[in-house]
């Protein structure tokens, strides 16, 4: 995976994801970044001016189109040179859809991608409409520019990457895959200021662990997320009720969480009944 960012200020993007996981990436050739400073395009020669008054008045300076159009130009040529598809050129604003990690999750198949980081007021429309296949915003705030932005997209999509985190598996059960946040998670010593480590986590049965983490997610998830808990339980219906004296003894996972509502059933079916239950079963649509 190739990240190429065009910018005003590449030594934020190089120093910024030059340490720890993304700069072992690059170093073992996982990942590239290739930050490349627009005002080097500039045709203004003496000054290397990018960035001018806007047409109709109004305050602060916009990017101009040409050395924009000109960077890019230069780095379509270098990936034609390796590669028969042409790459998605992102612009990061406020005014794109708002990142996520299913967008991450897609975003990390492509072989490049080229970032355009606007500055000052944002960048002349004219050259946005002729390069630009996907506006993206990390969210509903305004920032001074994108180089935050593109790294914030370029950390979450190069852990993706498969090879770049030590185990792949870690990135299969962390927050928001399946809608979900992940459960807790506990380290050393067993007992820290009078806090124990969940007896079932000790049990080495990990089928109890699982269960008992897939539990804890969902209480997570409906609790913090709730957006994201409504998605879940949209994917997951909840089971029909067991018969009563069908029904499974209290579990040893169960038992170690002190939410009352979701203490009887520890398969994700039986939790989603019982949320929805406490919804007053409203009608899927
Ligand atoms: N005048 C613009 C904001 C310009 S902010 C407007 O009102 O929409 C300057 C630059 O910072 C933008 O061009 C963009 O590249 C970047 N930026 C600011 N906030 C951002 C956000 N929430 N997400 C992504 N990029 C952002």
């Keep these: 995976m190739n990240f190429h960012v065009m910018t005003l200020f590449?030594?934020?993007?190089?120093?910024g994801l030059s340490n720890s996981i993304t700069g072992r990436a690059k170093d073992k050739g996982y990942i590239s970044f290739n930050a490349i400073n627009i005002r080097d395009y500039s045709a203004d020669y003496k000054h290397h001016k990018v960035d001018d008054?806007?047409?109709?008045?109004?305050?602060?300076?916009?990017?101009?189109?040409?050395?924009?159009?000109?960077?890019?130009?230069?780095?379509n040529e270098e990936i034609k040179k390796n590669s028969d598809s042409a790459p998605r050129v992102i612009y990061v604003t406020p005014q794109g859809r708002v990142f996520n990690q299913s967008m991450a999750q897609e975003l990390a198949r492509e072989e490049n991608l080229i970032f355009l980081c606007g500055h000052y007021e944002?960048?002349?429309?004219r050259v946005l409409e002729e390069i630009v296949t996907d506006y993206i915003?990390?969210?509903?705030?305004?920032?001074?520019?994108?180089?935050?932005?593109?790294?914030?997209?370029?950390?979450?999509?190069?852990?993706?990457?498969p090879g770049v985190l030590n185990n792949?598996?870690?990135?299969m059960t962390e927050s928001f895959n399946n809608n979900l946040l992940e459960y807790p998670q506990y380290s050393r010593p067993e007992e820290w200021m009078g806090k124990k480590v969940p007896a079932i986590l000790l049990s080495g049965d990990h089928k109890k662990v699982d269960e008992w983490r897939l539990e804890q997610?969902?209480?997570?998830?409906?609790?913090?997320?709730?957006?994201?808990?409504e998605k879940w339980l949209a994917e997951n219906p909840p089971k029909p009720e067991k018969p009563k004296r069908k029904r499974r003894k209290k579990s040893a996972a169960a038992e170690t969480t002190d939410n009352a509502d979701i203490n009887s059933q520890t398969e994700a079916?039986?939790?989603a009944a019982e949320a929805c239950e406490s919804e007053n079963n409203e009608e899927k649509k």
């Design 10 to 15: 590449p030594e934020m993007i190089e120093q």
């Design 53 to 75: 008054y806007t047409y109709g008045g109004g305050a602060g300076m916009l990017m101009q189109a040409q050395p924009i159009y000109d960077c890019f130009q230069a780095i």
């Design 122 to 125: 944002g960048v002349d429309e």
């Design 137 to 161: 915003s990390i969210g509903d705030y305004v920032l001074t520019g994108g180089e935050l932005p593109a790294m914030v997209m370029i950390d979450a999509i190069s852990r993706l990457v």
């Design 168 to 171: 792949d598996e870690s990135a």
């Design 217 to 229: 997610s969902i209480i997570r998830t409906k609790e913090r997320r709730p957006d994201l808990y």
């Design 269 to 271: 079916g039986g939790i």
